[in-house]
T-cell receptor, first 115, second 114 residues
Framework: AQTVTQSQPEMSVQEAETVTLSCTYDTSENNYYLFWYKQPPSRQMILVIRQEAYKQQNATENRFSVNFQKAAKSFSLKISDSQLGDTAMYFCAFVSLQGAQKLVFGQGTRLTINP | DAGVTQSPTHLIKTRGQHVTLRCSPISGHKSVSWYQQVLGQGPQFIFQYYEKEERGRGNFPDRFSARQFPNYSSELNVNALLLGDSALYLC?????????????FGPGTRLTVT
């Protein structure tokens, strides 16, 4: 079974700073996808960024980028030039390409951006 | 286009009662998945339905059941409610039932069991 671990329950930074959220996962599979989801206080979960395991190049979406280390099973999210609207719970998630489209989530990191 | 919709938004039930939660996927999406999110934790997978067939089931007791209708909407049913069933229930839809297609989440139904 796959597991996803986020070791930082809470983080807080000042607006415009850069912050990195950590995530490790465990799987015996070789083909999978990894995601970072954001859940603002209004609670609707939205996708921030995704990474294909077969791609060595790290995914980037505007101010959001990942550091994907497949051998180490590590998948961190970097937010550059943080904004007040980035305040939210952030969840790292794994999905296998085998079987059901089941997202396995970590416990989440509560990120607060201070003005 | 409308996103994933869920009803009701909030629900309060008593232990032992039954509850039905509803989800309408994004138009054109054929897969619906259900997740339970207990306060302070990440969502846990309950079910996936694709083309009206159960495609996957998480580690939940038989008190939990679901179905998908011909219009791809879905219901999650929970019987004999326990206090521990109090949670946010999230529905997610996807255009396909397998592979890395993005899952779009609804706003959730907050269930409180007293």
């Amino acid at each position: 079974a796959q597991t996803v671990t986020q070791s930082q329950p809470e983080m807080s930074v000042q607006e415009a700073e850069t912050v990195t959220l950590s995530c490790t996962y465990d799987t015996s599979e070789n083909n999978y996808y990894l995601f970072w989801y954001k859940q603002p206080p209004s609670r609707q979960m939205i996708l921030v960024i995704r990474q294909e395991a077969y791609k060595q190049q790290n995914a980037t979406e505007n101010r959001f980028s990942v550091n994907f280390q497949k051998a180490a099973k590590s998948f961190s999210l970097k937010i550059s030039d943080s904004q007040l609207g980035d305040t939210a719970m952030y969840f790292c998630a794994f999905v296998s390409l085998q079987g059901a489209q089941k997202l396995v989530f970590g416990q989440g990191t509560r990120l607060t951006i201070n003005p | 286009d409308a996103g994933v919709t869920q009803s009701p938004t909030h629900l309060i039930k008593t232990r032992g009662q039954h509850v039905t939660l509803r989800c309408s996927p994004i138009s054109g999406h054929k897969s619906v998945s259900w997740y339970q999110q207990v306060l302070g934790q990440g969502p846990q997978f309950i079910f996936q339905y694709y083309e009206k067939e159960e495609r996957g089931r998480g580690n939940f007791p038989d008190r939990f059941s679901a179905r998908q209708f011909p219009n791809y909407s879905s219901e999650l049913n929970v019987n004999a409610l326990l206090l521990g069933d109090s949670a946010l229930y999230l529905c997610a839809s996807s255009i396909q039932g397998h592979g890395p297609y993005e899952q779009y989440f609804g706003p959730g139904t907050r269930l409180t069991v007293t």
